[in-house]
């Protein structure tokens, strides 16, 4: 089991920001894919963003397109998703997420993840 640590959510107010990260372990090589997924009260979870261990290729769910960026800082052995002009439809638990398959398909589905965070919430509220 691969463990994944999230921080940095809390409560912003609308159009504010937070930045979250994704700690990994460092024995664990920068070669899988990481991503951001979220869950509202209700709802399923939603893949938010992703970035591709084969080039850094980046892809965002058309809900958070150009306000949401996601990073990764290998040295750190840590993935961010910077969240800028957050709405109260931002509000849910985010979980980082990893493949076990080496240079994977960068993909926003939550079954293509084999390894899961413990989830940090965030809520948009004034």
């Known amino acids: 089991q691969v463990q994944l640590v999230e921080s940095g959510g809390g409560l912003a107010q609308p159009g504010g920001s937070l930045r979250l990260s994704c700690t990994y372990p460092?024995?664990?090589?920068?070669?899988?894919?990481i991503a951001w997924f979220r869950q509202a009260p209700g709802k399923e979870r939603e893949g938010v963003s992703c970035i591709s261990s084969s080039d850094g290729s980046t892809y965002y769910a058309d809900a958070v397109k150009g306000r949401f960026t996601i990073s990764r800082n290998i040295d750190k052995y840590t993935v961010y998703l910077q969240m800028d002009s957050l709405k109260p439809d931002d509000t849910a638990i985010y979980y980082c997420?990893?493949?076990?398959?080496?240079?994977?398909?960068?993909?926003?589905?939550?079954?293509?993840?084999?390894?899961w965070g413990q989830g940090t919430q965030v809520t948009v509220s004034s």
């Open positions: 997420a990893t493949q076990d398959q080496m240079f994977g398909p960068p993909v926003l589905k939550a079954d293509a993840y084999n390894h």
């Open positions: 460092e024995s664990r090589l920068p070669v899988y894919n």
